[in-house]
């Protein structure tokens, strides 16, 4: 679909939270037929956090996010937290968000799996447009609960943390240029996890499949930016496997290094991840005024989204 990209909104700060406990590859392999060597060659991870609770971790991510952006909470006029590990299926986990932030707004979850970041960066900037001032975003997840930690297949990739952003509105066009967001609903069996299950997943499948919906949300959203890969100055991907990113961004004709990478430390944490990755980019000085950045992700659905932005955060 195309799309006017005028939104008058920018992303004004980012802020993360990740539970203390490590599972390293060594952890694993006491657990599960595998080994170090294996879960980094075919992934990139070599350890991952778990523990807690999805609105725990929205909190604090959420918190730092505000306290960075200096600004009122009380400010804040919507929570968007996309997740597909709420704590409850009723009430949404944001209303719990919500009240452990002490905000007075709407709340409401968000589930476009390992997308969902960016569908709710492209929902806040619309919410914006339409009248609001600030929306706080959040991706948390406790993928941990719902991993079968017998399966090696699966148990090596998912993992726990949260990221959060204020977006508000500012002056002008605002800070995004392009985006897209798609879903392939044929591809629901590839992965899945029903209530009270694990998640299953077709692992060649969604890694082929990732690679091309990657590629597809990106150029339609260069496209709609009027921008060319060669003008990005940073992309920031959905972490769920190395070998992922690195084809896509072959694909694109981005080089890798201009990736920002977490996912060897953090694993696959879903709609967590790409705040994750850009909180480390900004925190590491990689993100300067002015800086395109492609935010792009792929997850169960399959979904895929991408956001060009262009930086003009604190
Ligand atoms: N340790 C050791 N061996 C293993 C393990 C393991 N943990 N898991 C599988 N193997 C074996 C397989 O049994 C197979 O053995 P065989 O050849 O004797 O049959 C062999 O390793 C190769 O298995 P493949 O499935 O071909 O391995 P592949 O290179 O495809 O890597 C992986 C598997 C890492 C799961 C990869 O397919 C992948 O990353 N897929 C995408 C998954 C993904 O991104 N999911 C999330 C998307 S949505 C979201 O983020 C929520």
Partial sequence: MTSTAISGARILSVGTALPEQVLTNEDLEQMVDTSHEWIVERSGIHERRIGGTTSDLAASAGKAAIERAGIDPATIDLLILATTSPDRRVPATASTVQELLGLQCGAMDLNAACSGFVYALVAAHGFIEMGHSRVLIIGAETLSRMTDWTDRTTCILFADGAGAAVVEKTDGAGDLHGWHVDSNGSLEEALFCDFDGKIEMAGQAIFKNAVLAMENAARKSLAMADMS?????????HQANVRIVEASCKRLGIPYEKTSMVI???????SASIPLALEDAWTGGRVNQGDNILLVGFGAGMTSAAAVITWDGI
Avoid: C, E, W
């Fill in 264 to 270: 060897h430390r953090t694993g696959n944490t879903s």
């Fill in 229 to 237: 890969a060669d003008q990005i100055d940073l992309v920031v991907p």
